[in-house]
């Protein structure tokens, strides 16, 4: 097998147009970037910004228009039935089979990926108690919860130990526990040397959960790097404050906001919603030197709290849209004039 | 080595989740045995008569009736391929190593098993009541018509992977098997019916496979009608076979839209399974399944009474 130092994913310059009754959509407009060995990576992005035709070019679904990619030491155009073998994959949809046993599905693909029927049993039922579906094993798929569903995709997913295991939006739909033991279990297989590829719309989980992020919109990574430098590099913490009757009447907000404004280690204030939302760079410091104004001028405070940057602070910087807002769009399917939403739709 | 094996998995697959719906063995069997009961004796004063061919009724009819069978078990493959891919199957074992080529071809083998199980039962009962059954002969025919379910089969499951939607995959199916029954001369033989007609015959495909079976059902083996049989039914298999894997190549979800309607509503469900939001539809889907079996050609063309307009 490949050496798991090396980086497990490669892409330069990919792209893909989609051609719909005569319209041609841009999907992906020069996607690049790098995963190392033995790291959780996740692509964040609203829906439609290129996150599914990018995994499905890297799991050889789907051939590329321009671009190179290698995975896991293969090139995915020259060579797909060798990147077939060293991936794993989670699509959204799931795919397990229904109609067939838990243990019927898991033994099928250890077959199909070259597992003796007695290696293919021993490894099913290993995986059968770490995902602890030992006693579903037996039962149709169809009888599953949504959760027991999920950790079975992933047990497939992972059934012949692969270097590089790619999921699809994987939490989507799981309640806040299936999501928490996922976590846990996405990083257990970090630990073994697996690298781990996935797509995610929601901020926590490219914040908390991967080690290294790429923010995408429109088919272009727009943002690269551990979630900590990214949110460091776009914008500082924020205080927020919302003052309350003084004795001499409603504080002038404006006024408050500019003498704000010029504490120490303030960058920025704005008036929002009757409060008072200054830009930071160190949350510690400023905190004093806010309050400091505050006292002097007289001014109680009704509420006060500080927010470390999120990603969303970063889409929003570079994007001058919020990702919810832009995922909410998509979503809906009506589009937002920008022609954009409906690609991963037409993708998938 | 691996090909077979996977092939040999893929048979495995899919007759499995063939047997946990007993309901398509019943239905398999009962429209043939009905054809049996309820219309062969209409063709008793035909025979006889002038163009029907000589012999006994049933020794014109049982090889239509088991092409139809075949047809039916080929046919129905495209359904459960469709679910395949709304629910991820297929995707999923393209990433795997697994061969295309397999997958099809253990779908078309469980087909061929779905063909020749009721088959033999029609046979056997067929014999017991009059038809004089030539063993050699009829062991050829289940060969070609084994052939010709693989050639359904595999027709099915590449409409299915390319139409993506059972509506479409059911007006394409229903819109082409009626044609192509009347004019193989199932029922009736073609040459009771005026030139026009056979030489319309002449251009259907399974015209050649009917007229094989007659053949071989009649004990002739080594005549030119079986080889122009076998010839034809043999090229419809290879283009099939070659456009099915091809379709599996490629095959994409329509659109997860069709599927989850919108994002948004799984947004706002996000503590609800994955399984209900996609439940309404999968049930759905696979209650046309169950009702799209063997007998499905048959109910179509006696629900158009097509077959009942040339009689006196």
């Not at chain 1, 790291?39 to 070019?57: Q, S, V």
């Not at chain 1, 790619?166 to 996922?182: I, K, M």
């Not at chain 1, 006060?304 to 990702?323: H, I, M, Q």
């Amino acid at each position: 097998m490949t050496d798991t130092q090396a980086d497990a994913v490669q892409v330069t310059g990919l792209r893909k147009n989609f051609h719909v009754k005569g319209v041609t959509i841009e999907a992906l407009s020069g996607i690049d970037l790098t995963v190392a060995g033995s790291e959780i990576f996740g692509l964040l992005g609203p829906n439609g910004a290129g996150k599914t035709t990018t995994l499905r070019i890297l799991t050889t679904l789907l051939s590329a228009d321009a671009g190179e990619a290698r995975v896991a030491g293969a090139d995915v155009r020259r060579d797909p039935a060798i990147v077939r073998r060293r991936i794993g994959y989670v699509g959204q949809l799931g795919g397990a089979d229904v109609s067939a046993t838990g243990r019927e599905n898991l033994l099928l693909a250890g077959r199909l990926y070259g597992l003796s029927a007695a290696g293919a049993h021993k490894r099913c039922e290993e995986l059968l108690g770490v995902f602890g579906l030992g006693e579903l094993a037996g039962r149709s798929v169809r009888t599953y919860s949504g959760g027991q569903r999920r950790r079975l995709e992933v047990a497939l997913g992972i059934m012949h130990r692969p270097v590089v295991l790619f999921l699809d939006e994987p939490t989507t739909g799981l309640d806040p526990q299936n999501r928490a033991n996922l976590w846990d279990q996405l990083r257990q297989l970090r630990e073994t040397g697996t690298t781990v590829f996935l797509t995610t719309h929601y901020l926590d989980e490219a914040d908390q959960l991967s080690d290294r992020v790429a923010i995408v919109d429109h088919g272009r990574v727009i943002a690269l790097g551990t979630p900590e430098e990214l949110k460091r590099r776009y914008s500082g913490d924020t205080i927020s404050i919302t003052p309350g009757l003084a004795a001499a009447g409603p504080p002038d907000l404006g006024a408050l906001a500019r003498e704000l404004a010029g504490a120490g280690c303030v960058e920025a204030a704005v008036v929002e919603n009757g409060a008072i939302r200054l830009t930071v760079s160190d949350a510690t410091r400023a905190m004093a030197a806010v309050f400091d104004v505050l006292a002097t001028r007289g001014v109680p405070t009704r509420a006060a709290s500080v927010a470390r940057p999120s990603l969303d602070d970063v889409f929003l910087r570079e994007t001058g849209r919020s990702l919810r807002d832009a995922g909410a769009a998509a979503g809906t399917g009506t589009g937002t004039g920008t022609g954009q939403p409906a690609k991963e739709e037409v993708a998938a | 080595m691996t090909f077979a094996l996977h092939t040999g998995l893929f048979f495995r697959r899919k007759l499995l989740e063939t047997l946990r719906q007993p309901v398509w063995l019943v239905t398999g069997l009962t429209a043939p045995l009905l054809y049996l009961a309820l219309f062969a004796p209409l063709l008793r004063s035909l025979a006889g008569g002038p163009a029907f061919p000589p012999g006994h009724v049933l020794d014109v009819f049982v090889p239509g009736i088991l092409v139809l069978i075949a047809f039916g078990a080929g046919m129905g493959a495209g359904w459960p391929v469709i679910w395949e891919l709304d629910t991820g199957v297929i995707e999923r074992l393209r990433v795997t190593p697994g061969s295309r080529f397999a997958l099809l071809l253990g779908t078309a083998a469980r087909d061929v098993v779905m063909f020749a199980v009721p088959g033999v039962v029609v046979i056997a009962i067929a014999a017991l009541v009059g038809f004089h059954a030539h063993w050699g002969g009829l062991a050829v025919l289940l060969v070609l018509l084994a052939l010709l379910t693989a050639a359904c089969s595999a027709t099915s499951c590449a409409l299915g992977l390319t139409l993506k939607q059972i509506g479409s995959l059911a007006a394409v199916v229903t819109g082409v098997q009626l044609p192509l029954t009347l004019l193989s001369g199932i029922l009736l033989p073609l040459s009771l019916g005026p030139s026009w007609l056979r030489v319309l015959g002449h251009l259907n495909p399974m015209y050649y496979a009917v007229q094989a079976s007659r053949s071989l059902a009649a004990g002739s083996v080594v005549t030119g009608t079986v080889g122009i049989g076998f010839l034809v039914t043999g090229a419809a298999a290879a283009l099939a076979l070659w456009w099915g894997t091809r379709s599996y190549q490629r095959a994409m979800v329509l659109s997860l839209t069709v599927l989850m309607s919108s994002r948004n509503i799984y947004h706002r469900a996000a503590t609800v399974g994955r399984s209900r939001l996609v439940e309404p539809y999968v049930s759905r889907s696979r209650r046309r399944c169950d009702m799209t079996s063997t007998s499905q050609p048959v109910i179509a063309f006696l629900a158009s009474g097509a077959w009942a307009g040339p009689w006196p």
